[in-house]
């Protein structure tokens, strides 16, 4: 009887090695099958809940997230208390817009384990998006005590310091950041708009580029620049930025509505109009635009491009 059951605890432990080493390999459908073969011989609990949240993890990356969602179910069957579970379950309700449903998981984690940096993160980013900024602060705040050299929890901070106007704030959260982590493109971006607020334009312009540096897909960086130089009337210098930033990034609709508008001030009409059917093709909504922006008034007096202000 007993070395039936060491033979049955031996081939659970063969097909977890076998799935770990696929999982070296980066075969997860491999590592994912071995893992439930496992599965299939008994062991003790705290294996079994071992197994699982590498099944869990892998259905999530490969994309079956129902699969995940009802694993990390079972593992809350066998064991309630286990934070990363709730943790499991909240990301995929984060993932679909649950927010509610995603924050009462974080929070559950943080319940079980007032140690997890993580559900402290997330559960910070639902507060700001939620416009609970000071609830957001205090779940940051908690992130950089647990994990100080968190990088994104500064700029996070500091972003949300920057938009209640505490510039002297979100400046020291974002240096922070920067300087931890000087390759982060959103960090690099904030400290922009912060030297904006503070009135040190080129370094905000040059924060900016140092923003597109390091990731060119960020539209808004392009488009923060082209703001400065059109608030300078320094029209070509805007639509330079602004096609960069399209050449990188051809489905940011605001960026050819900006480019039109620095066309029309340059009375480059025809040339703005190919931008604004663009614009319009890509966001609808800018026709709403097009119907007030002073920029656009030779637009709408011409019987011409009406059809841009159609629905």
Known sequence: MMRQRLKKINRRNNYVILAENFLDEDNKEKALQFFKKALKFKGEEFETIDI???????????????????TYNSILRLN?????????IAIIYDERGEKGKALRNYLKAIQLDPEY????????????????????????????????????????????????????????????????EDGYYRSLFN???????????????DYYKRSIEAYSGYP????????????????????????????????????????????????????AITDLIKAKELYPDFIEMVKSDKDLKVIRENKRYRFLLED
């Open 220 to 271: 808004y960086a392009y488009l923060n620049i082209s703001a400065i130089y059109i608030e300078e009337k320094k029209y070509k210098e805007a639509i330079r930025i602004l096609t960069e930033g399209i050449e990188k990034n051809p489905d940011a609709g605001f960026l050819y509505y900006n480019r039109a508008c620095c066309n029309i001030n340059l009375k480059n009409i025809d040339i």
């Open 52 to 70: 699982l949240f590498y099944i869990a993890l892998l259905y999530d990356e490969i994309g079956f997230k129902e699969k995940a969602f009802e």
């Open 80 to 88: 309630p208390n286990e934070a990363g579970a709730y943790y499991g």
């Open 191 to 205: 400290m922009g708009v912060i030297q904006k607020h503070l009135g040190n334009i080129e370094r905000a312009i």
């Open 117 to 180: 940096d993580r559900a402290y993160f997330y559960a910070g980013n639902i507060y700001d998006e939620e416009g609970d900024k000071e609830k957001a602060i205090e779940y940051y705040k908690k992130v950089i005590e647990l994990t100080p050299d968190d990088y994104m929890a500064y700029n996070n901070l500091g972003s949300i310091y920057e938009e209640i106007k505490e510039y002297q704030k979100a400046f020291e959260m974002i240096e922070k950041s920067i300087e931890i």
